[in-house]
């Protein structure tokens, strides 16, 4: 990692250095007045309108236009965003005839110089980061709107994006890339949103016109006959700008110790596998030698999805590479087949490091189905192999192997692959277990849409497409439903109390809970916002948004307001039954106790009112509670969701069985055990968590934005559109059968316990010793319950090791004389 | 063989044997030789070179310094040992390597009887590592006082605490008259030992920064112990604290600052990761939950790579009055301590 204030003084010297070989090209800096300038470039702001003295500037009337535009300059080294990385004097800002993706002028602007007689050749850089609210999800719309440069009244340059479903791909194309050991943050993160074009013109001026959303970063002129000196001029700035932007960071490694019997043994054979249970491979990893030919193993009751993880490592750079998983078999010569197997691969992507200074990790963050590509030498790769065991099978040890082959390696390696099917099937959750899911209107789509005028129909097949395909990604994680409102779609009610309903936005919200119901059924949907933003919103029910604090406690709610409010529920309601949708639970709040005790004096005042309301109309009512003072609403809450900020404590709990409401948990988490163990000692009703998918940060949506950001609550789909499936989402599923462990554990307790048969007798006090050693063994107090709080989360290892010890107490109830091999 | 036991148990006749079991020694009749089986449960937590510690009741005079404590590879490994009564005490070793979860480790003690050391012993490093993880933070409950308590422009009291630096208020607030802020070691009230740490703040419209209408918060700080933290251990820190007035809701907030080797502040981009903070708000939280109540408060974090001091800070901005007292720091596992469960002293052949 290099200071930044460092890296600016070698660029300077590096750049002058540039500036003596090409003086004789003219360069030309867009952007604010006081950013960064790189020595020999003009500083060109929006204020420079084109005069004959000055003989450059620019024209902002064209013909046929009322107004001129009004010019902007943008500094996209803003500090809102951590994460976003830092770009170079060129690159940082721009100049633009817009703002905040709506507020574009149709046109063109221009930028004239004058350069006197003759040929020339001129090169442009145009790139611009996010829109005005960068810590909205706006993308700019440069990003999505084709455009036309124009030099002199010629094309320059097409800019051509495709329809939305192209860009979906080319965005899946970004998230199946690889970031590797060495690779360039500038290359991975900001290349490729900055154009350049390059082009030939005569004098004596030359007129720069391209559309009022085309940013305009850079310009550099000089005569035909120096070409190569202006294109090095252009690269020798290119690679300036990559040198700033990858100065910055420095990657923090976990490198392992590479045995040497290990490492020669992988040479001769051009790679290594080896299984390591219960950890994440990443880059750096290096087999033990107990861990090369160490089979890979998992246990999997009937009709569950068992995965097992192997790395890879090679030592050669190898191409199309394969790997193939045939169908595992069991001794009695009864298979899993081969279409109940499939092979994962983990995108390694950098991530932001928790270190003093700008440090990243590469951590193989999500994966996707796996398809042969090049893999470079020395990088370990993290791979797992998803077994679905039929319903039918019998019960038993299934072998195979997972075979890698490439033309670089002298022969296939192979790895053992065990399956150990469990006699028994797991017992269904008793409870709901959902993630937040973004709309993808507001999130994935929004901005396509209201830039490339994508029509109303193809974009709610889109968008219901992309739902479909992640509620069953998310039912494929063990979730029955998920976490989500409508986006805003009543605009208004009037007088005699009519609902006036966004047509677009309501028939998506419509299409959302069909999707939902092909997915989830007939399970409960908490409608995250709808109560806060989704349905009362500020437009139709002022004063009674959720964050409108200030104005709450000034005024109270205005009559008006629960006038509307009420009308709004009783409205929604109707429309739920008339379409026989699935129970809506609805959201009153969310965290209002991060507005301190006046949040709490909000939270209470809303949950009243709203219990009223939902008594009349016959709906149930939730809210997510963040810390202490919400703890008063509890009573006038059908279910009440403590946040990781509210004490969880027992007398909590306590409290609010007594008061009536359910218990549910809302981001406590996302780790197995809070999905699991923690569930099966507090006994909610239901579990949520955030984000699935949609996360709300612009440089957190694809792994390849302009970041070393946080994509561990993004879903990424690959090139076909298909959902990625993330780590912690893998965890999340193992914390759910965990908890199914439990509960047939429990169950099989339950149904046994009145026996009088001696095995059936001492194999439940067996189980119930067990399920007391794990049920002592949960802590349920959190952080904020006002004790000296130590740690009680468990890793997925203990999880699993008293999985194991559950699916033995489980076979042994359901089978107490038998020593049979599963055992 | 009742009575016998009853007798065995009544405190004059342990007292009696024991002293009887020193005169032996003391007379150099010969040792005889225990044994006793310690088994470590890892309970739910991987563990990582983990301090372990066990009670231990001998019930006759031993020496410890003839122990010899051996791991399940029968290798002897060091210990510390600290008596906390006559043939009572606390044996400390470690887990050496890493341990799964749901383990149970065993280990020996052979030992013979002898004279009863009275006093700490055993391996100096295991000493220091007890230490780190009681708490690395002297007169963390205000106990001793700084015998050379200087009054000075924003201090005016008169007895301070050793190892803590006391100020009532910003040097910037220097020029208000009548300042109530007042930060000072006091009797009156006490979440342990004797003594706790006043930390009373004013609300002042008179300030420079107050905005018409908006009082500003004058409010104490103090700067506590610098003391050696390693990188990449997991440190908790947790005080207490009871608020007696609140009449503007804020903040009490305690930090343990991270400092570099030569113990100046580390600022990393995200500036957050950059301290310990364990702050206490009166906004978030319920009256009843702390009016007149000693509330814990604790953070556990990682310490960052670069890290090899820290520095306990003390701030707030409520206002009103409250009490702090247990300031602790100390190293800790990913999970509560290992338990270890203790097998009878048997004689060795």
Redesign the interface.
């Given at each position: 990692m290099m200071h930044r204030s460092v890296l600016y003084s070698a660029l300077v010297i590096g750049m002058g250095f540039a500036v003596g070989a090409a003086a004789q090209v003219q360069r030309f800096d867009f952007g604010t007045s006081d950013s960064d300038l790189a020595p020999g470039w003009t500083r060109i702001t929006e204020t420079e309108l084109f005069s004959d003295g000055a003989g450059r500037g620019w024209l902002v009337k064209p013909v046929g236009v009322r107004r001129p535009f009004k010019l902007y300059s943008r500094d996209e080294n803003f500090a809102t965003q951590t994460a976003f990385l830092k770009l170079g004097p060129i690159l940082r800002d721009h100049v633009i005839a817009g703002r905040n993706y709506s507020g574009y002028p149709k046109g063109d602007y221009t930028f004239r110089v004058r350069v006197g007689e003759g040929e020339f050749l001129g090169a442009v850089v145009m790139g611009v980061m996010t829109e005005k609210h960068a810590t909205l999800i706006n993308r700019p719309p440069f990003w999505w709107r084709d455009c036309t440069v124009r030099v002199n009244g010629q094309t320059a340059a097409v800019f051509e994006h495709g329809g939305i479903r192209e860009q979906l791909v080319q965005r899946g194309k970004i998230s199946e890339r690889d970031f590797l050991p060495g690779d360039s943050l500038f290359d991975r993160g900001v290349r490729s949103h900055f154009r350049t074009v390059v082009f030939r013109f005569r004098g004596p001026e030359l007129n720069l016109s391209m559309p009022t959303f085309c940013p305009l970063n850079a310009l550099l002129v000089a005569p035909a006959a120096e070409e190569a000196r202006l294109k090095k001029a252009l690269a020798d700035a290119l690679a300036s700008e990559k040198f700033f932007v990858d100065s910055q960071y420095t990657e923090t490694k976990d490198a392992e110790p590479f045995p040497e019997p290990v490492r020669k043994a992988a040479e001769a054979a051009g790679a290594v596998l080896f299984a390591r249970p219960q950890r994440v491979i990443g880059p750096y990893a290096r087999p033990t030698l107990g861990e090369v030919g160490r089979p890979c193993g998992e246990f999997v009751p009937v009709g569950e999805k068992g995965v097992l993880r192997f790395g890879f490592l090679p030592v050669r750079d190898l191409h199309d590479v394969r790997v193939s998983v045939g169908a595992l078999r069991h001794a009695s010569g009864k298979t899993v087949p081969a279409r109940e197997v499939s092979v994962w691969l983990s995108q390694l992507v950098p991530m932001a490091a928790v270190r003093t200074g700008d440090y990243y990790r590469i951590v193989p963050e999500y994966a996707f189905r796996y398809a042969p590509r090049t893999l470079r030498k020395g990088v370990a790769r993290f791979f797992s192999v998803y077994v679905n065991v039929p319903n039918d099978a019998v019960s038993g040890d299934y072998a195979g192997e997972a075979v890698v082959s490439s033309p670089d390696l002298p022969r296939p390696l192979r790895q053992r692959l065990v399956v150990k099917v469990l006699p028994f099937r797991l017992d269904p959750p008793d409870m709901l277990f959902g993630m937040y899911w973004g709309n993808p209107f507001s999130t994935r789509l929004r901005h396509a849409w209201q830039q490339m005028r994508v029509p109303a129909e193809q974009m709610r097949e889109l968008c219901s497409s992309i739902d479909i395909g992640a509620f069953r990604e998310m039912r494929e994680a063990g979730f029955n439903t998920a976490a989500f409102g409508p986006a805003a779609p009543v605009s208004g009610v009037t007088a005699d109390g009519r609902i006036e309903v966004d047509g677009h936005l309501w028939q998506l919200w419509c299409d959302r809970v069909r999707n939902y119901e092909t997915v989830f059924g007939r399970a409960p949907l908490p409608a995250y916002n709808i109560g806060w933003s989704g349905l009362i919103t500020s437009r139709a029910t002022g004063g009674f948004w959720g964050r409108e604090v200030d104005q709450w406690e000034k005024h109270g709610f205005s009559a008006k307001s629960v006038r509307n409010m009420e009308a709004i529920c009783t409205w929604f309601y109707a429309q739920a039954r008339e379409r026989n949708w699935p129970e809506i639970v609805f959201y009153i709040q969310d965290e209002m106790a991060n507005h301190g005790t006046r949040g709490g004096r909000m939270a209470l005042a809303r949950a009243k009112l709203f219990r009223k309301v939902a008594d009349r109309v016959g709906f149930r009512t939730c809210a997510s509670m963040n810390g202490p003072v919400e703890i008063p609403t509890i009573p006038y809450l059908d279910i009440a969701i403590p946040n990781g900020a509210l004490p969880i404590s027992e007398e909590n709990i306590a409290y609010i069985r007594r008061s009536g409401a359910e218990l549910w948990f809302y981001n406590i988490g996302s780790n197995r055990f809070s999905f699991g163990y923690y569930l099966a000692k507090t006994r909610p009703k239901g579990r949520l968590q955030w984000s699935f998918g949609g996360s709300s940060r612009y440089v957190n949506q694809v792994a390849g934005l302009p970041s070393v950001s946080d994509v561990r609550y993004t879903l990424h789909w690959d090139s076909k559109l298909r959902p990625g499936r993330r780590n912690n989402i893998e965890e999340m599923r193992q914390g759910i059968l965990d908890y199914r462990y439990f509960r047939t554990l429990d169950r099989l307790i339950a149904e046994n316990s009145r026996s009088s048969a001696p095995s059936v007798r001492r194999a439940v006090e067996k189980a119930k010793k067990l399920r007391d050693y794990i049920l002592d063994g949960v802590k349920v107090r959190n952080r904020h319950s006002g004790e000296d709080f130590v740690a009680g989360v468990w890793s997925s290892r203990t999880c699993q090791r008293l999985r194991w010890r559950i699916a033995l107490a489980v076979m042994d109830l359901l089978d107490p004389d038998s020593k049979g091999d599963t055992k | 063989m009742g009575q016998f036991s009853a007798l065995r148990f009544h405190p004059v006749f342990v007292l009696l044997a024991r002293l009887s079991a020193a005169v032996v020694v003391l007379n150099g009749t010969a040792a005889e030789r225990f044994s006793m089986q310690l088994t470590v449960d890892t309970?739910?937590?991987?563990r990582r070179d983990a301090l372990v510690a066990a009670r231990l009741d001998f019930r006759r005079p031993v020496d410890i310094s003839t122990a010899v404590l051996r791991d399940p590879a029968n290798s002897a490994i060091p210990f510390w040992f600290e008596p906390v009564a006559p043939f009572r005490g606390r044996l400390y070793w470690i887990l050496a390597g890493e341990t799964?979860?749901?383990e149970k480790v065993p280990f020996s003690l052979v030992v013979q009887t002898g004279r009863w050391p009275g006093k700490p012993t055993g391996t100096r490093a295991i000493a220091k590592i007890v230490r780190r993880r009681r708490n690395l933070l002297p007169n963390g409950g205000f106990e001793t006082p700084d015998l050379e308590s200087k009054q000075t422009t924003t201090w005016k009291g008169a007895r301070g605490a050793a190892h803590w630096v006391l100020h009532d208020f910003a040097w910037s607030y220097r020029k208000l008259p009548d300042i109530a802020a007042l930060c000072r070691p006091v009797t009156v009230e006490a979440f342990e030992g004797k003594w706790a740490l006043m930390f009373r703040s004013d609300v002042r419209e008179d300030a420079p920064k107050a905005r018409t209408g908006i009082p500003v918060v004058v409010a104490p700080y103090v700067n506590g112990p610098v003391v050696p933290m390693a990188p990449g251990r997991r440190y908790?820190f947790?005080y207490w604290v009871k608020f007696t007035d609140v009449i503007r809701?804020g903040y009490v907030s305690a930090s343990v600052n991270f400092l570099d080797a030569n113990k100046k502040r580390?600022?990393?981009?995200?500036y957050a990761?950059?301290r310990m903070q364990a702050a206490y708000?009166?906004?978030?939280?319920?009256r009843d939950?702390y009016l007149g109540k000693w509330?814990?408060?604790?953070?556990?974090k990682e310490a960052?790579?670069?890290v090899r001091f820290g520095q306990v800070v003390i701030g707030g901005s409520f206002g009103g009055t409250c009490f702090l007292d247990g300031f602790?720091l100390r190293e800790?596992?990913?999970?509560?301590p290992a338990t270890v469960s203790v097998g009878p002293l048997q004689p060795v052949e």
């Open positions: - | 309970g739910f937590f991987e799964d979860s749901l908790a947790s809701d580390l600022f990393p981009r995200k990761i950059n708000g009166t906004a978030r939280n319920l939950d509330v814990c408060v604790s953070v556990v960052l790579p670069e602790r800790v596992g990913t999970g509560p």
